[in-house]
């Protein structure tokens, strides 16, 4: 089943914003690249961005490319439409990244809702959504 | 040095709650805030102070201001005036804010209150129809993550699968709750009860959420009046005295999407509690009937493990069958059909409900009430609030 947008109202799509600390996150994912921001000096990642590390107050902080890898922590599955560019049902998923720590809400590009379980291994793809944006979806790892 | 005993609700009001309340938000807050007013007996250029609603994100505004309602109650002029922000989270920050005031000479009479028309008015609370401009929401929106019934569900799933929560266990929430609505004149569900397989025919919204797991969705206004204990031996009604209230965030709060901590749960009610219990020295076990916030049924049983009622895990299983949660149960809850069934007006009906139980003038009302406890929304920063008689 999956997430199958109905591109008739693509018009509403709601295209990300960013608070400049941000920036560099929805950047590369234009560029179809999952990345996180990390700090660079106790290494914490910090998912959504921050100005500074929480843990250790440094202000140095960079992206660091994702394994794209994870496990499902959560899903909905939307069976009613509240938004008429996503057909149902689809699939929202919560995703434990590789990444210690970092969390990251999606949709499956593949599969069932029936199939999701806890704890199931999922991979990033990227999905075209319009001229602009690709998302990262999620697909069961084979 | 807290707060207990130092201030008071003396009015409650609202209007009557409707799919189509066929007026403004201004015009339902004026009619909330006469109707305190009358019920405190107090002229209404008395009030001298106002908490309002603030923001939780551009889709949770309260858009009827202080000034609107000073302007039509004829208030030459408010010495004292406050947002509590962060929708549902707020209902018991407000008699906070307003005990605070009173309390400390800032203002004689306040009045606290909320005003909406989700139902039939341009912004739909259960639907994305504005476009929050918060860039948190880019993590969510522009993955079709868009209803507070998808947010919650999503805590909502995990918690079931930590914990063993069943879809009955919710179902019975739903259940009493409509139970009590059933009695309750002033509710959109008055007589009109519900059984398991009702719920179970709902229509399916955000697996794992049916229709009859979600808050009612209408127009209508609350407003309350807080003052101090000795102003209102002057006044109409039997104070509600304010106890104890706290305001929490918790650690790594968002707005209803706080999905990046260790536990997806409802941490904000934890810390809100945790204040609460340390503030006035009472536990659980003094509070003789709850109102606890019902936008959704899971966020019943949840409350009841983050505040202390039972240990996490049997939360779910002391709502099976209905019978602890019920007026004559152990922990009777939601006496007026909570937000599930009496009507949602962010938190505040279930204080104005609050305050019939301690008078003792509630239709499902319970013998021998001293304390009452209330809570705030979840999946926000959150506020609680304990009534009792004062003594």
Redesign the interface.
């Known amino acids: 089943m999956a997430l199958a947008l109905n591109k008739r109202y693509l018009q509403y799509f709601y295209e990300p914003v960013a608070e400049s600390f941000e920036d560099g996150f929805w950047q590369a994912i234009k560029q179809k690249r999952l990345v996180f921001q990390r700090c660079k000096n106790c290494k914490e990642f910090l998912h959504p961005p921050r100005p500074m590390c929480y843990k250790c107050h440094s202000y140095d902080l960079e992206w660091v490319e994702s394994t794209g890898k994870g496990k499902i922590y959560s899903w909905v599955v939307f069976t009613r439409e509240v938004h008429p560019l996503y057909r149902v049902p689809f699939e929202v998923v919560l995703v434990d990244m590789e990444e210690k720590g970092v969390r990251f809400i999606s949709n499956m590009a593949e599969g069932k809702p029936e199939d999701l379980h806890f704890g199931m291994p999922v991979e990033v793809v990227f999905m075209p959504i319009n001229d602009e944006w690709s998302l990262p979806w999620f697909r069961p790892v084979k | 040095m807290t707060i207990k005993n130092k201030a008071c609700i003396v009015g409650i009001g609202s209007t009557e709650f409707s799919r189509v309340s066929g007026r403004s938000e201004i015009h339902m807050a004026v009619d909330a805030a006469m109707a305190a007013c009358h019920d405190a007996g107090l002229k209404p250029e008395q009030i001298d102070g106002a908490v309002k609603f603030g923001t939780a994100g551009q889709n949770c505004t309260e858009f009827t201001t202080e000034t609107d309602v000073a302007r039509c109650l004829g208030i030459r002029n408010l010495r004292y005036f406050v947002e509590a922000p962060w929708g549902g989270g707020a209902c018991c920050a407000t008699v906070l804010h307003a005990a605070l005031a009173v309390a400390n000479g800032m203002a004689d009479y306040v009045l606290c209150f909320r005003s909406l028309k989700p139902a039939s008015g341009t912004v739909r609370y259960?639907?994305?129809t504005r476009?929050p401009?918060d860039?948190?929401?880019?993590?969510?929106?522009?993955?079709?993550?868009?209803?507070p019934t998808?947010w919650v569900?999503?805590?909502t799933?995990?918690w079931m699968?930590e914990t063993g929560a069943t879809n009955d266990q919710l179902g019975w929430v739903a259940i009493v709750c409509r139970e009590n609505a059933v009695r309750n004149p002033r509710a959109i569900f008055y007589g009109r009860p519900m059984t398991m397989e009702d719920y179970y025919r709902s229509?399916?919204?955000?697996?794992?959420f049916r229709m009859n797991d979600t808050c009612l969705e209408n127009d209508g206004a609350v407003a309350l009046i807080v003052t101090t204990p000795e102003r209102a031996k002057h006044l109409r009604q039997k104070p509600a005295y304010i106890i104890g209230a706290s305001e929490a965030t918790a650690w790594d709060s968002y707005c209803m999407?706080s999905?990046?901590r260790d536990y997806?749960g409802i941490q904000e009610m934890e810390e809100a509690g945790k204040e609460l219990w340390k503030q006035t020295g009472l536990t659980p076990k003094n509070m003789d009937v709850v109102q606890f916030y019902d936008a959704f049924t899971s966020l019943v049983p949840m409350q009841m493990e983050a505040l202390g009622f039972v240990k996490v895990g049997e939360g779910g299983p002391f709502c099976e069958g209905g019978d602890r949660i019920r007026p004559t149960g152990e922990l009777p809850i939601n006496t007026s059909g909570g937000m599930l069934s009496e009507a949602y007006i962010h938190g505040m009906n279930m204080i104005a409900e609050g305050v019939r139980q301690i008078r003792g003038t509630a239709i499902t009302q319970i013998k021998n009430v001293e304390h009452v406890l209330v809570t705030g929304g979840l999946g926000v920063p959150t506020s609680t609030l304990i009534l009792g008689q004062g003594r």
């Open positions: 259960g639907r994305p476009v401009i860039a948190h929401w880019s993590y969510t929106m522009p993955f079709g993550f868009a209803s998808s569900a999503m805590i799933r995990r699968h229509p399916m919204l955000c697996d794992p999407t999905y990046y997806i």
